[in-house]
């Protein structure tokens, strides 16, 4: 402690030098200065940003116009889907499922340092990974794909195989990227992979 008449360091409750008595700090107040940055540093407490599921369905909707870039005030991007649909439409579904699934992970929203440290702060164990939602998502869209299809079930899996592996190569950079585990990611990615690769190498023929 610090004497507040004459400035000398003091080591209990009077100061050696004038005698005056000192106050006791209470303990539950000190607190240092780093410790009042950790706290009130916004990016360590884990929410979801304002306006996340709007953007969500603009971008399932009306994702190939780039709205949900517009929403989210990404104008630059916006103009390249918007560029990219009369150049190169073939590239925006895989563009809008990268959307989709980073908004779903709130990594569409912030940068990767920020990114981070959110999901290294984060003491919460049950949140919903997103290759589940992933294959929730996929399972039924490839059921509908396969619907009119005389071998429902082969042609079934050969939809969830197509579409898989962009979407589980895409979840598994993204966990990586944020410190988070993507072993399920990668294992669902290998597995959408496999039929592919079988196929090159002359073993089976879809």
């Known amino acids: 402690m610090i004497c507040p008449n004459c400035k000398t360091e003091c080591s209990s409750?009077?100061?050696?030098?004038c005698g005056a008595k000192l106050n006791q700090p209470n303990p539950s107040q000190s607190q240092?200065?780093?410790?009042s940055v950790q706290t009130s540093e916004p990016y360590i407490e884990v929410k979801d940003p304002k306006g996340k599921w709007p953007a969500f369905f603009l971008c399932l909707?009306?994702?190939w116009l780039g709205a949900h870039r517009l929403y989210t005030k990404k104008y630059i991007s916006a103009a390249a889907y918007l560029l990219m649909l009369f150049i190169f439409p073939l590239a925006l579904p895989f563009c809008i499922i990268y959307d989709l699934f980073t908004i779903i992970t709130n990594s569409f929203f912030w940068d990767h340092k920020q990114m981070v440290?959110?999901?290294?702060?984060?003491?919460?164990?049950?949140?919903?990974?997103?290759?589940m939602i992933a294959?929730?998502?996929?399972?039924?869209?490839?059921l509908l794909l396969s619907f009119q299809s005389d071998d429902m079930f082969h042609t079934?899996?050969?939809?969830f195989c197509f579409f898989g592996v962009p979407v589980f190569g895409i979840l598994t950079l993204d966990s990586y990227r944020k410190g988070k585990p993507f072993a399920m990611s990668l294992v669902f990615c290998l597995i959408c992979l496999a039929p592919f690769l079988a196929y090159?190498?002359?073993?089976?023929?879809f």
């Open 13 to 17: 409750n009077f100061c050696p030098n």
């Open 32 to 35: 240092t200065p780093t410790e």
């Open 61 to 63: 909707f009306l994702g």
């Open 117 to 131: 440290a959110r999901y290294q702060a984060s003491e919460n164990k049950n949140r919903i990974e997103g290759w």
């Open 135 to 142: 294959m929730l998502i996929l399972i039924p869209i490839s």
């Open 156 to 159: 079934a899996v050969e939809m």
């Open 200 to 205: 090159g190498a002359g073993i089976i023929s």
